[in-house]
Each structure stands twice: as structure tokens, then as C-alpha cells.
């Protein structure tokens, strides 16, 4: 955890590359999220070797979590099988509102991230309709906190890197570690050193018996896909750019065999 803060806030700010990478997918018409563009301030146009990178991103998790949320339960005198999600250093995700919208939403949806990143995302919960309906009319939410507390959906910070605080994010969210569970770890882990990895995934298998822990990640930065993204990062995150680009090789050398 002595990563300074500029670090700390260059890996936050790969969010916002993530957002306007995925809006500019849906421009394309690659992809549809009729939420992302809420949380994009300023629109980019990317080129089509990244639209289709975040096209086979979408399309990868969108056909594994369907799988699992479509798994149904053996005969009608059974009682629904309650289902979870758990999204680890989620962003400005908006999987939770287009499953709303799709009628596939599990019982309960948990989204973990920094805490300057889940203050923002909670005041535009807060603050824009589209995202604010879909959340129950008696959520509780707390920019301040960085947090939303409804039924069906949590919003939470968490540091990622310690492992005690995700155990405690358990409890505070109501997660049932009997209940079949989709962790979702999507770009996130590679941000992270190689110790904290194995933590987190050692942690999810001995806290859940039933599990999916869905792991993408950006490998081979020298590929032609790698060298878009990292030009974009460098474009937009100049002063922290080489720490991102450490995080990569870092992945590389620690799991050579990925
Ligand atoms: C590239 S974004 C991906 C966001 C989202 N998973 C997606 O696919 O759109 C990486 C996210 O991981 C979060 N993150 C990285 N390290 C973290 C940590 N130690 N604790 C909490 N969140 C972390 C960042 O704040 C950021 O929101």
C-alpha cells in the first residue's frame, strides 16, 4: 500500500478511459448501454481496433454472466434460486441498470471501488433520473460515504489491496457466501501488485462455495492492441503513464504463462 497518491489517482482515472471508450462503442453501434453516456464528460471517438477490443470485453462477460443468471431452478416446486453479483473495482460500470432494464437483475448486485470513485458514482445515482429509478425510492444514498444502500443494489469503497475490508464489505452489504455468486473483476486486478492479486482471489475462494470469479484483463502491451491503448492512456495520462505501463509488465512477468 505505498503507492502515492498520484499513482493511486492515475489508476482511478482509468475509469474515466474505460467510460469514453465504452460510449464510444455504443456510437458505433458495437455495443448498447443506454446509461454510460451519464457518466461521460467528454466524449472521445476511438479508433476501431479499440471499439472491437471493448466489443469482445462486453461481449465475453456479457455471455458468461447471462449463463449464470439464466441457470434456473429443477422444478416449479422449488423456490427461486437467489442469485449474486460482486463487482470488484466497478467503476462507472453500468451492467446493474441494463440488467434492471432486461429483467434479469439478480437478488442482490454489489459494486466495490475506491471511495473517490463511488462518491461520484453515487451523486449521479443521486442525481440522474435514469440511474435513480432503477435504484428503489427508499435507497439510502451518501455522497460523503461513497456509498448507495437499496434492496437489490450496494455501491461501496473499498481498498481492494486489503483484504479485511472486502471480508467486511460481506457483512455490510448482506452477501450470502452460501448463495451462488458472479465475481466480476474486469481490468481492476492488473492495477494491483501480484501479492494483493493472489490475496483477493485466495479470499473469494474460501469466503464463497459456489463461484464464478470472471477475470479479464489486458495482456501482451506490445500487440497491436496494446500499443492503441497505451498510446491513449500516454495521451491522456502523461504524468502517470509509466506507472500504468509498470502494472502491465508487472502482469507479464509475475504470470508469464497467461
Ligand atoms: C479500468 S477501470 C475498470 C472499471 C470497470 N471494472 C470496467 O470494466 O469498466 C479500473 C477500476 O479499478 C479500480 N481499482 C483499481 N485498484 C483498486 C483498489 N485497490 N481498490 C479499489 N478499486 C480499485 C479503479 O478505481 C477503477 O475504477
Known sequence: MEDSHSNTAAVQATNDDASASKLSCVKKGYMKDDYIHLFVRRPVRRSPIINRGYFARWAAIRKLLYQFLDVEKKSDEDPPIKKQILSLGAGFDTTYFQLQDEGKAPYLYVEVDFKEVTSKKAALIETCSPLRNKVDETAVISREKGEV???????????????????????????????????????????????????????????????????????????????????????????????ILGSFIKLELSFPDI
Not at 489491496?161 to 464489505?169: C, K, M, P, T, Y
Not at 455490510?172 to 448463495?179: R, Y
Request: aromatic content about 12%; proline content about 5%.
Open 149 to 243: 444502500f437499496s434492496a437489490h443494489y450496494k455501491l461501496l469503497p473499498a481498498d481492494l489491496r486489503d483484504v479485511q475490508q472486502l471480508s467486511a464489505i460481506i457483512t455490510h452489504a448482506g452477501l450470502d457466501p452460501s448463495l451462488p455468486t458472479f465475481i466480476i473483476a474486469e481490468c481492476v486486478l492488473i492495477y494491483l501488485d501480484p501479492d494483493s492479486t493472489r490475496a483477493i482471489v485466495g479470499w473469494a475462494s474460501q469466503t464463497f462455495s459456489t463461484a464464478i470469479f470472471f477475470l479479464y484483463e489486458q495482456i501482451h502491451p506490445d500487440d497491436a492492441f496494446g500499443q492503441q491503448m497505451i498510446r491513449n492512456l500516454e495521451n491522456e495520462y502523461i504524468s502517470h503513464f509509466h506507472s
